[in-house]
Every structure is written in structure tokens, then in C-alpha cells.
């Protein structure tokens, strides 16, 4: 290890090793929003084939953590005995929910059958009867006060949003909110895709995706115009966290990034403004990665918020070339008595596209992979994939 790192590290994860899949549970919510990649009737899928996805996924890939999608998965009759069938193969397990349905009582219960972290779609646009108004400060009250629910039952809460070209400010709003509250440690960012501009889709990530035909100019244009927006999204969070932390390039290769993962240490303490700081990457982080790789046999995907071991990465951070005055200052704040230091993720996901041969260009071996007929796809276009 010599010398600071000046690019993102490249995530390392591809075949067996990719550390993360999703569960579809689902469809059917309680909640409309203004974009939703599911385009399908209403179903609830039975805990034996929720079951049977789960062992076709951990056969593909050495798993560490899945993540509960629908539609809205605390609907699921079965919820329950799905979180505790994950625990007992040894994974840790995300949910993803709008949070309408999740109170104190709900929220003890997911936690006892096994759930880790919940992920709160909270956004601008919803129709949902919780919401007293949709301003960016009710915005933020619903967001803290279902985040505290989640923390209060000894889990860890985040953010996903829609990010729309045409309002940088919802971003900007939901990065503040993750930032300033104690009780949110991670943010998802999702570009917004038109479920229309993808069309019927044959094969799996295993043998390539594919349209019927060739694309047209016109039929590129929404892929063209995305790609902007991801270099504009990018932009305005390097000037808020500086550098990415960490990219994961599409299949078309490490000039095309469709992950970008930004780190953000923060102190918090009551009645002041919290203090946040940007990480870079610099050696330490991919020599440990690849150090648990080898110990564990897998890759981590989840990693609970631990104030001991967010001392140490700053501490070696900054001495390894991450800015060791700042790293230094920030740790002088997190050591007062009331406290607390969080390393917490932001994490941008640009879906996929189509190339003008019909191919689907997205996340190299796509950690957001779901079972779809029998085969591991894009969550992203799931509904898009044909049988066989």
C-alpha cells in the first residue's frame, strides 16, 4: 500500500462474488409515486418460492446481504417467516418500504424475525395519507420521524429517492435530510426511467440481454439524455462530498460508471449542526476489502454503523492520504461525550439502457439482480424479460 489513491476504487465484485441480490416479493402497494418500474398485476408470492429464488440466487453468487422489494413488502402475509428463513442462511437482510405501515409495534416485530435495515421511499409525489403536505419540511418530518421508528427498534434506517433532471433540488433536499439526522445512515439515489423506453427483453445476466430489434435515434434519445443527467447528478454531489468513493462501471466498460458511491463521515450532537466530512478512497480501503474477501470467503455488502471501527478508517484514512487534519478535526468533535460519528453512504444507481443493436447495457454482473423465470435479471426492467 503506498501512495493516496486519486480515483474511486473500482468495486471489485463479478460473478460468484457479487455479495448482494434482491427478493421480489410482490405487487401491489399501498402508496402511488410518480415513477415505479413494476408494470404488472397485483401478486403476493408464497413463502416456497420466495424460498426457491432465494436458493437460485445464493447458488450464483457468494451472497452476504439480500434486499426485500415489491410493490410494498410490509404487505406480504408471510414477511415474517421470510426474514426468518434469510437469518438461518446466514445473510443480513435490507427492506425496502414507503413505511406507511410501519410503526413502533411493526417495526419490533421485523426486527425480531430478522431484519437489519429498512430503506424509507419517502419522496416528493407520493400519494400517501401520512403526509400532511408535500413541501421539503413535512418531506423532512415524515423521513425523521419514520427513521426514529426504525432506530428505536434497533434497526438501521435510509433513504431512497427518485432523482428527476428536472429537479436537482429534491436531491439536494434528501442528501441534507441523511446528512443532518443521527437516525439515517444511508441515501439511494435512483435516476428516473420511463418503463416505456425499454422494450420486451429476451435472455438473463448469465447470457446477455436483448431486444427484438435494432434501436432507432428516437428510441436512444431517453438513454442519451439519462446519461447527462447522471454527469450533472455527479457534479452536484462532488461539489457537496467532493470525489465518488466508489464506481461500479456497466457492462460496456469503466468509461461508462453506473454506480457511484460517496462516503460521508459525520459527528452529530443535540442542538448543533452536524459536521460532515467526504472520504476519498486511498489505499486502506481496497487492501481491507480484499483482507475480509479472503477471511470470509465473501464480500461485505452491509455494514452496521460501529463508532469504534469509524475512528479507526478515519484515523487510517487520513494517515494514508485521505486528508489527515481534516480526518484529525473531525474525530476531535466525535470525542465529546454526546457524540455520536457515522460513516454514512450515499449511493447513486443509473438504470439501464439499450445500445442501437438492442443490447441492454447495465451494471456489470448487477448486484440489484432479481430472479425473473428463472433466471437472475436487472431489477430494474424485471417486468421487461420474457419467459425462456
Known amino acids: 500500500m503506498s501512495g493516496p489513491r486519486t480515483q474511486p476504487m473500482t468495486l471489485p465484485w463479478s460473478g460468484a462474488d457479487v455479495p ?40 450464483a ?36 418500504s414507503n413505511g406507511l405501515g410501519l410503526g413502533p409495534a411493526e417495526a419490533r416485530e421485523l426486527r425480531r424475525a430478522g431484519a437489519d435495515f429498512i430503506v424509507l421511499h419517502i419522496e416528493s409525489g407520493q400519494q400517501r395519507p401520512d403526509l400532511e403536505a408535500d413541501t421539503p ?61 425499454i422494450p420486451p427483453l429476451s435472455g438473463s445476466l448469465a447470457t446477455g440481454l436483448h431486444a427484438a430489434a435494432p434501436l432507432d435515434a428516437a428510441a436512444l434519445a431517453p438513454f442519451r439524455a439519462r446519461a447527462e443527467h447522471l454527469r450533472a447528478l455527479r457534479a452536484q454531489l462532488d461539489a457537496r462530498l467532493g470525489c465518488a468513493f466508489a464506481v461500479l462501471p456497466s457492462i460496456a466498460g469503466p468509461e461508462d460508471p453506473r454506480w457511484l458511491s460517496y462516503l460521508a463521515a459525520t459527528v452529530h450532537r443535540p442542538g448543533r449542526e452536524a459536521r460532515v466530512r467526504g472520504l476519498r478512497c486511498t489505499p486502506l480501503e481496497p487492501f481491507f476489502n480484499e483482507l475480509a474477501h479472503r477471511l470470509a470467503g465473501r464480500y461485505a455488502f452491509y455494514q452496521p454503523q460501529d463508532g469504534r471501527r469509524n475512528r479507526i478508517h478515519l484515523l487510517l484514512n487520513g494517515l494514508l492520504g485521505g486528508g489527515l487534519l481534516g480526518n484529525l478535526g473531525l474525530l476531535a468533535g466525535a470525542s465529546h ?31 440489484d439482480a432479481v430472479v425473473r423465470h428463472g433466471v437472475l435479471a436487472p431489477v430494474c426492467i424485471t417486468d421487461r424479460v420474457l419467459p425462456g
Do not use: W
Request: glycine share 6%; proline share 5%.
Open 61 to 96: 453468487r457468494r451472497l452476504h446481504t439480500v434486499s426485500l422489494i415489491g410493490g410494498e413488502p410490509l404487505l406480504h402475509p408471510q414477511l415474517h417467516a421470510i426474514l426468518r428463513m434469510i437469518k438461518a442462511r446466514g445473510l443480513a437482510t435490507e427492506i425496502f
Open 137 to 197: 419540511r413535512a418531506l423532512r418530518r415524515l423521513r425523521e420521524a419514520k427513521a426514529a421508528v426504525v432506530t428505536g427498534a434497533g434497526m438501521e434506517a435510509g433513504l431512497s429517492i427518485t432523482a428527476y433532471p428536472e429537479a436537482p433540488g429534491e436531491v439536494e433536499e434528501a442528501l441534507a435530510t441523511t446528512l443532518d439526522c443521527p437516525g439515517l445512515s444511508f441515501l439511494l439515489i435512483t435516476l428516473h426511467m420511463e418503463a416505456g423506453t
Open 20 to 59: 448482494h441480490a434482491l427478493l421480489d416479493l410482490l405487487r401491489g402497494c399501498n402508496v402511488r409515486c410518480r415513477a415505479c418500474y413494476n408494470t404488472e398485476a397485483p401478486l403476493v408470492k408464497p413463502l416456497e418460492q420466495v424460498a426457491a429464488e432465494l436458493d437460485l440466487a445464493m447458488a
Open 337 to 367: 461525550r454526546d457524540a455520536s460519528l457515522q460513516v454514512k453512504r450515499i449511493l447513486v444507481q443509473a438504470p439501464a439502457t439499450l445500445d442501437a443493436q438492442g443490447r441492454l447495457i447495465h451494471c456489470r454482473d448487477c448486484p
